[in-house]
């Protein structure tokens, strides 16, 4: 059975910052390439960062130089680490494991407000 488990997720001040990770079970976790999403409400899910099996990563103009993201392939982990952020941060984000079929976790919510 596979699963992606996000963790993380919570209130934070403009201008603070969070880490949201990401566990994953049930598949060859080095073989997929992993990426985070978001989805404000009313707006549709977008992709804030991916990472590919052998690490090379892509950003979202959006969150360029604020957002890192990192795998440890032996731990079956995906991190997303945020900082600097902003109201417009605030949305759930979730994480997707992509190879041949897509699997998704649940989501995360990231409240940023003062």
């Known amino acids: 059975q596979v699963q992606l488990v996000e963790s993380g997720g919570g209130l934070v001040q403009p201008g603070g910052s969070l880490t949201l990770s990401c566990a994953a079970s049930?598949?060859?976790?080095?073989?997929?390439?992993m990426d985070w999403f978001r989805q404000a409400p009313g707006k549709q899910r977008e992709l804030v960062a991916s990472?590919?099996?052998?690490?090379?990563?892509f950003y979202a103009d959006s969150v360029k130089g604020r957002f890192t993201i990192s795998r440890d392939n032996a731990k079956k982990m995906v991190y997303l680490q945020m900082s600097s952020l902003k109201t417009e941060d605030t949305a759930v984000y979730y994480c997707?494991?992509?190879?041949?079929?897509?699997?998704w976790g649940q989501g995360t919510q990231v409240t940023v407000s003062s």
């Open positions: 997707r494991a992509g190879n041949v079929v897509e699997y």
């Open positions: 049930g598949i060859s976790f080095s073989l997929y390439h």
């Open positions: 990472i590919a099996e052998k690490g090379s990563t």
